[in-house]
């Protein structure tokens, strides 16, 4: 079985603090993916990463950047967190053969920043 | 822009009775169509997925058949038990842009026993 994990399940940080969110992968997949999900929008795209030190912007990426140094954990940082990013993050890997391959998901962290 | 649209919740059933979610989406070409699943307090996992035209996908009882003439891709359970209680997410990933999934807003469903 595929496993992901995520670093924390839940994390409370101040206004203004670095934060960072690691994910691991255990199936040696060449793509790892950042969304985060909030009520009534659904899951939307952060960041993704394709390769080792290789990564892609997705639909919402201002206010994150990300690391890939192993293929195994991509991490999604948070420079200087805001109230409004305040939301669940969920991370998720894929193989590497064509578009009808599944993703495969953390089990989410709900960061909340006060 | 690829999007997926699937109606809105909550929805509350009682245990046995027919559960429908409605998904449409907009994309050129293609695109492969999923549905995900998120139970209480976990991540999302794959519930079943379709890969072309008149395709069925299903699992746990539930499926879903994808249209390409009306564009949905609807999710149907004949049955439905309180552990079916759940955010189900339908989702496509287009042909062009096969590393992306562009997800539905979620349905909520809760079943009564």
């Known amino acids: 079985d595929v496993k992901v994990t995520q670093s924390s399940r839940y994390l409370v940080k101040r206004t203004g603090e670095k934060v960072f969110l690691e994910c691991v992968q255990d199936m040696d997949h060449e793509n790892m993916f950042w969304y985060r999900q909030d009520p009534g929008l659904g899951l939307r795209l952060i960041y993704f990463s394709y390769d080792v030190k290789m990564k892609e912007k997705g639909d919402i990426p201002e206010g994150y950047s990300v690391s890939r140094e192993k293929k195994e954990r991509f991490s999604l940082i948070l420079e200087s967190a805001s109230t409004n990013q305040t939301s669940m993050y969920l991370c998720?890997?894929?193989?590497?053969?064509?578009?009808?391959?599944?993703?495969?998901f953390g089990p989410g962290t709900r960061l909340t920043v006060t | 822009g690829d999007s997926v649209t699937q109606m809105e919740g909550p929805v509350t059933l009682s245990e046995e009775a027919f559960l429908t979610i409605n998904c449409t989406y907009t994309?050129?070409?293609?695109?492969?169509l999923f549905w995900y699943v998120q139970y209480p307090g976990e991540g999302l996992q794959l519930l079943l997925k379709a890969t072309k035209a008149d395709d069925k996908g299903s699992n746990k009882g539930f499926e879903a058949t994808y249209r390409k003439e009306t564009t949905s891709f609807h999710l149907e359970k004949g049955s439905v038990q309180v552990s079916d209680s759940a955010v189900y997410f339908c989702a496509l990933s287009a042909e062009r842009n096969d590393y992306k999934l562009s997800f539905g807003a979620g349905t909520t469903v809760t079943v009564r026993a």
């Open positions: 998720a890997s894929r193989g590497d053969r064509g578009h009808n391959i599944e993703q495969y």
């Open positions: 994309a050129t070409g293609y695109p492969s």
